[in-house]
């Protein structure tokens, strides 16, 4: 009965080799050589020219029937790239699953996971995408085409990038670049090189990178990498507060970038657009560009670009006096900012989550072989019972610290990314997301009791020159300074964090607009007091404050937030380094 069913086994396997022979023949017989230069074709300007390659897709599809296999999964493979392109995530998604699953080329199956990691990031599906990219990684080394090696390496570089880890995203750009492509990957490798090193902010606007990257694109007529580096440049000239340069990059290519049909590249260009001309005094220019910039409705992820125009258009309104259009733009503005900052710690989380779980698969691994080797050990000790006891006390002794030893890392990194996910990085104190969801916590505890609160918003006035005329690092001190002081003048119950740039916001609990005039204004004298510091080098330093309250405002975060605002603009407009109260419930006005 073995016999036979080892005959049968062997059979069975010819056949099928049989079979896998006369299918390969029959592929080989029926591929399609005037469809292998179509696909040739589209693969070369699937981006430079993608209504061209459109109409490829329409002709390689109208020849399907007499393809081979493999020609038949190139075109599906395609067809879901283009789904990626034009935004249809789920249907790309369904597709390049597909020819992951079936595609029996171990290329192209490593070219649709690279594919894949695209919608699954745009719609949220971070912890999957990074599965994937976890295990495109481990594929790479067995992929010998370099072009398909760096279609990898860049799809890790972006990916690293949402992420927050900028640095090892660098890190890959430049394996890119080591594989010296040539022709249209030669300018993605500088794009992505470029955009890694601007996430970590280690590339200067002279750095002659940027006009290499470009010269690399414009050579191989893929004029848009070419226009997603120059928007690179501009945004790092005007973080620098370089605007004319960059204005003059936004203006010339315009044209061109509106010409491409690539929405996400013209609404990022109007965004940053719209913030230089408003840095520059361009008001109606910014309002202008702006507007062009946001969408009719919120997008599934919103960009700190976005945000940014919300907020232009938001201050050009306020600046405008037209205060119902202002707060219209403010609570868009808040919406996009906080949605931002969600999917950017979502995107940190299921990173970490999934470098975790890749992680504690290899401790488990080495806890195996560990076990193994001692297992070993015991039954080859087992003769000599007395040394055989002691040597396995102390090697399982040891496995156990080891494992103490990696659990206590394990969870002082936890707490560490907690720390880092909720606090501001220059001053210790809350960052904007986490002051929000502190701040609409204890609004709901205090409506619950009927007690009240006041919000402090405070600005440090002229800051933006003091940057300018004594360096970042003078301006770091001073924010750190204003913070230190602050503390002096807070509860433990209160809520302090800060809001973007020079701008705080104090929660106080229990205190109500008739007594809060008394801690703003120590909080105010303060701030002005350490003009006299010696580390200050004298330099007048002043805060401005709009206080708010849920007598007032009701708790509504966003109407506080609004009401202080409108508060603090009117201690700006009144000279600075002053105190004002919105008593509009009061039917008066006081400042201090």
């Not at 990957?185 to 590339?203: D, G, K, N």
């Not at 007048?540 to 603009?569: C, F, K, M, P, W």
Request: aromatic share 6%; hydrophobic share 45%.
């Amino acid at each position: 009965m073995k016999r036979k069913a080892a005959t049968a086994s062997r059979w069975l396997l010819g056949v099928l080799l049989s079979c896998a022979g006369a299918a390969h023949a029959e592929a080989e017989a029926t591929r399609d050589p005037a469809a292998e230069a179509l696909f040739a074709r589209a693969e070369a300007i699937k981006v430079s020219d993608n209504t061209g390659f459109r109409q490829l897709l329409v002709d390689l599809s109208a020849r399907r029937a007499g393809m081979n296999d493999a020609q038949r999964w190139h075109l599906a493979y395609l067809q879901g790239w283009q789904d990626v392109y034009r935004g249809e995530y789920e249907a790309s998604a369904a597709v390049l699953r597909k020819v992951l699953d079936g595609a029996p080329d171990p290329t192209l199956r490593f070219r649709a996971r690279a594919t894949l990691i695209n919608p699954l990031a745009a719609t949220h599906q971070y912890e999957p995408a990074y599965r994937e990219l976890d295990r495109l990684l481990k594929d790479l080394p067995s992929i010998d085409d370099p072009a398909v090696r760096f279609q990898g390496i860049g799809e890790a570089t972006q990916l690293l990038v949402a992420a927050g880890q900028a640095d090892l995203a660098t890190h890959y750009a430049r394996l890119g670049v080591a594989l010296e492509p040539q022709g249209i990957s030669a300018c993605q490798a500088s794009y992505l090189l470029i955009m890694a090193m601007s996430s970590a902010h280690t590339l200067p606007p002279d750095d002659p990178g940027y006009e290499q990257g470009i010269d690399a694109c414009v050579a191989s007529d893929n004029l848009f990498w070419a226009d997603a580096i120059r928007l690179i440049h501009a945004q790092t000239l005007i973080r620098l507060e370089q605007i004319r340069p960059a204005l003059t990059i936004l203006q010339r290519f315009q044209a061109e970038v509106a010409s491409s049909g690539y929405g996400a590249l013209t609404h990022d260009w109007a965004a940053t657009w719209a913030d230089a001309l408003y840095r520059s005094g361009d008001l109606d220019g910014a309002y202008r560009r702006a507007r062009q910039s946001v969408p009719e409705q919120l997008p599934a992820v919103p960009t700190p670009l976005l945000a940014r125009a919300y907020q232009v258009l938001y201050e050009v309104a306020k600046r405008r006096g037209d205060m119902a259009e202002a707060l219209d733009w403010h609570e868009r503005y808040v919406d996009a900012d906080k949605h931002y900052l969600d999917t950017v710690s979502a995107s940190s989380l299921a990173y970490q989550r999934v470098k975790q779980e890749v992680d504690g698969k290899l401790r488990q691994l080495q806890k195996a072989e560990d076990s193994n080797r001692i297992l070993q050990l015991q039954q080859a000790l087992d003769r000599k019972a007395v040394q055989a006891s002691r040597l396995s006390i102390i090697l399982l002794l040891t496995v156990l610290a080891s494992v103490v030893f990696w659990l206590v890392r394990l969870k002082r990194s936890q707490k560490r990314f907690m720390r880092l996910a909720r606090h501001d990085g220059l001053t210790g104190i809350f960052n904007r997301q986490h002051f929000v969801e502190q701040a609409e916590r204890m609004l709901a505890a205090a409506q619950r009791e009927g007690s009240h609160l006041c919000l402090l918003l405070l600005d440090l006035d002229h800051f933006k020159l003091i940057n300018d005329a004594h360096g970042h690092a003078f301006g770091d001190l001073v924010l750190k300074r204003a913070v230190a002081v602050c503390h002096d003048h807070l509860r433990n119950s209160d809520i302090f964090g800060r809001l973007g740039g020079e701008e705080f916001g104090i929660l106080l609990p229990g205190v109500s607009l008739t007594t809060v005039r008394q801690r703003a204004e120590a909080i105010r004298s303060t701030i002005a007091a350490t003009s006299d510091d010696e580390d200050t080098r004298g330099v007048v330093i002043s805060a401005s404050l709009g206080v708010a309250s849920t007598e007032h405002a009701g708790y509504d975060l966003r109407q506080l937030l609004a009401d202080a605002d409108n508060a603090l603009y009117r201690a700006k407009r009144s000279g600075r380094n002053r105190v004002e109260l919105d008593m509009l419930a009061f039917g008066q006005q006081v400042a201090t």
